[in-house]
């Protein structure tokens, strides 16, 4: 494992990406972002792809249904062999998987054999990859990193590396098919997955030490649904993670519909539209990653989950790109701050023997619950189309953050003893005294 060195604070861009100078997470950051804008490629290709042959919302929504199932599934047991199994090696293994599974994709679209049914089939074994890599990953987190004050930096930079690839990928996408077709960004995609597979394997790491305790695989389930679901902060973070999820994330199915039917655009104008969410997102990613501390993000969750809600409206009612673009913008910023400060939270103040489970729970509340999201979105697109459907989607989500924001002082009192614990509190900052700094983290909290 690479040696901590020592914390010096840190001002502008050294302040931003400090999490970088821990080397085993700087050798992901790098191989991951490789890696996501082949992702990002097959997003865009496969949601243009099946509509191109279909034109069909609802096998939109039903090829997004069969590729988040899985989420639901398996998740919550993934998040207790996570706490169990060596989670570089877990990794090593659902890269591994998603690499053929792109290159399967890639040689049926290529050669002019792919059928509705192979996306299906695709879509569910990806899922099922995903169930593991997703929690893994985010717990994998606290191991990259040595120093570990620059935690929250290190998530805020994974949601940034995420949004960056969502700038490039969808872009070279929309070139790409239009180009030379689908196949090529799933090649494409297949070949990203070796940068992300070297950084893993080049990584100096010691033995994990968090184990599940006992051998009794579902009391050890059972235990982690009970510590989420008995902490106050906890069950509300992702519970307003799962409302979002349901009527808000499914936005992302509907755009080619958007794209083509709406905008009267083609895979370009998909394209401009997924990385004006990503550009709002990485606008988002930038802002968390600069805070110097976790305390205040509490109350950054409501704000962010209405924000996502008032763009997708605004959206929703755009007929012409002009408007379109910047109201995608806020509502990839307000969904991502959303998303990356509750993570924050919950590994912050999660046990670190329980950390797997949680994560495994704040993956389903995440992704868990999208299939029946993105199956709502396509039958409700079919029956009052794709802007009603966005419109009814993003006033939940205003309605899901009122509720949560009604229980933010209760919230606090809960979380602060744990801050102080872990001494997070007070939060430490020059010229101010002690008394201050506790009177000002108290107030922001």
């Not at 806020?330 to 489970?357: C, H, P, Y």
Request: charged letters at 10%.
């Amino acid at each position: 494992m690479s040696a901590p060195t020592p914390f010096r604070k840190t001002t502008g861009l050294g302040q931003v990406f400090r999490a970088l100078g821990n080397r085993n997470y700087r050798l992901f950051f790098f191989g991951q972002g490789v890696s996501l804008i082949g992702t990002w490629m097959q997003t865009i290709a496969l949601g243009w792809l099946v509509y191109r042959i279909t034109h069909s919302p609802f096998l939109l929504g039903m090829v997004g249904f069969a590729g988040q199932l899985p989420m639901l599934l398996l998740t919550p047991l993934a998040g207790v062999l996570s706490d169990r199994w060596h989670r570089r090696r877990v990794l090593v293994v659902t890269q591994s998987l998603a690499m053929l599974q792109a290159l399967t994709l890639a040689c049926l679209t290529l050669t002019g054999l792919i059928q509705i049914w192979h996306l299906m089939a695709l879509a569910v074994f990806s899922g099922a990859i995903n169930s593991f890599d997703m929690p893994t990953r985010q717990a994998f987190t606290l191991e990259m990193v040595d120093r570990k004050e620059d935690l929250a930096n290190a998530i805020a930079l994974n949601s940034s590396v995420f949004n960056a690839s969502r700038l490039i990928g969808p872009t070279v996408a929309g070139i790409l098919i239009s180009l030379v077709g689908e196949g090529t960004c799933f090649l494409l995609n297949g070949l990203s997955y070796i940068a992300v597979i070297v950084a893993l394997l080049s990584m100096r790491l010691a033995p994990p030490q968090a184990q599940a305790s006992g051998k009794d695989f579902l009391k050890d389930l059972q235990v982690g649904v009970r510590y989420a679901f008995g902490f106050l902060p906890i069950r509300n973070i992702l519970l307003l993670l799962a409302l979002v999820s349901l009527v808000g994330m499914p936005y992302t199915i509907l755009m080619p519909v958007f794209a083509k039917d709406v905008l009267r655009g083609g895979a370009q104008t998909l394209g401009i539209l997924m990385a004006g969410t990503g550009v709002g997102a990485l606008v988002g990613t930038i802002y968390l990653a600069a805070r110097n501390s976790v305390v205040g993000l509490g109350k950054r969750i409501p704000l962010a989950a209405a924000c996502f809600g008032v763009g997708l409206i605004g959206f929703s009612f755009s007929r012409t790109m002009l408007f379109s673009v910047p109201l995608i913008a806020v509502a990839g910023f307000g969904m991502m701050v959303s998303m990356a400060a509750s993570n924050t939270i919950l590994q912050t103040i999660a046990e670190e023997d329980k950390r797997g489970r949680l994560m495994s729970l704040y993956a389903m509340a995440f992704a868990g619950v999208a299939p029946f999201g993105s199956l709502l979105a396509g039958t409700l697109s079919t029956r009052i189309g794709a802007p009603a459907t966005l419109t009814l989607g993003g006033f939940v989500c205003l309605v899901g953050a009122g509720l949560f924001a009604l229980q933010l002082p209760r919230l606090r009192a809960l979380v602060r003893p744990i801050y102080s614990q872990k001494g997070i509190l007070p939060v430490v900052a020059s010229g101010l005294s002690a008394a201050s700094e506790v009177a000002s983290a108290t107030r922001e909290g």
